[in-house]
């Protein structure tokens, strides 16, 4: 059974640009969630989506968004790109959202901003 | 007060020993609880969850949880150098996951 696979691996981007990342869940799961992790705040909800709703949102500026697709595919974009942004951004898949439920992480994008 | 709190570290253990990993939390109404391992430059990996009261084992490792203390721990018994990594507690809530710190753990041959 594949993992959660999360393209790119690696992205290196200038201040302003914008930026969309991808991850596939693991087949059958149908709730997809987001964290930003980054040396000073560890690992940081971002948001959670499950059948193309988002459920729950994360203290974020709005320049973070995601989406979520019919295949439960989840995209999120980051606008206006910040020396902060720099981060391990990880997406984490679930059979579904809520309690008991076990979250299983892709392997990660690499975000570098110039 | 943090959403969730862990022992800092690093925490140091010679081969074969049993390393001890602690965690609070502050919402009394959580219900599910995750230990992951992360090594350096890694993603996260589940290892160990836990939803109810008591001792739970899997392996080299057991979790323990208490939900009146608000506290869950980790137990690896004869701790491998493969065990050295950094450990994140995490507790689920509203359909997120909220992280401890993490403890970093090395294991000395």
């Known amino acids: 059974k594949a993992g959660v696979t999360q393209t790119p691996r690696y992205l290196i981007k200038t201040r302003g640009q914008q930026v969309t990342l991808s991850c596939s869940p693991i087949s059958g799961h149908r709730s997809v969630s987001w964290y930003q992790q980054t040396p000073g705040q560890g690992l940081q909800f971002l948001f959670e989506?499950?059948?193309?709703?988002?459920?729950n949102k994360g203290n974020f500026p709005g320049r973070f968004s995601g989406r979520q697709f019919s295949n439960s595919r989840s995209e999120m974009n980051v606008s206006t790109l910040e020396l902060g942004d720099s981060a391990l951004y990880l997406c984490a898949s679930s059979f579904s959202p809520g309690v008991n439920t076990e979250a299983f992480f892709g392997q990660g994008t690499r975000l570098t901003v110039v | 007060q943090k959403e969730v709190e862990q022992n800092s570290g690093p925490l140091s253990v010679p081969e074969g020993a049993i390393a001890s990993l602690n965690c609070t939390y502050s919402?009394?109404?959580?219900?599910?609880f995750f230990w992951y391992r992360q090594y350096s430059g890694k993603s996260p990996e589940l290892i160990m969850s836990?939803?109810?009261?008591g001792d739970k084992e899997d392996g080299r490792f057991t979790a323990q949880l208490n939900k009146a203390s608000q506290y869950v721990s980790l137990l690896i018994r004869d701790s491998q150098p493969s065990d050295s990594a950094t450990y994140l507690c995490a507790v689920e809530n509203d359909y997120k996951l909220s992280f401890g710190a993490g403890t970093t753990v090395t294991v000395r041959a």
């Open positions: 919402d009394r109404g959580s219900q599910s």
């Open positions: 836990i939803y109810s009261n």
């Open positions: 989506y499950f059948s193309e709703t988002q459920r």
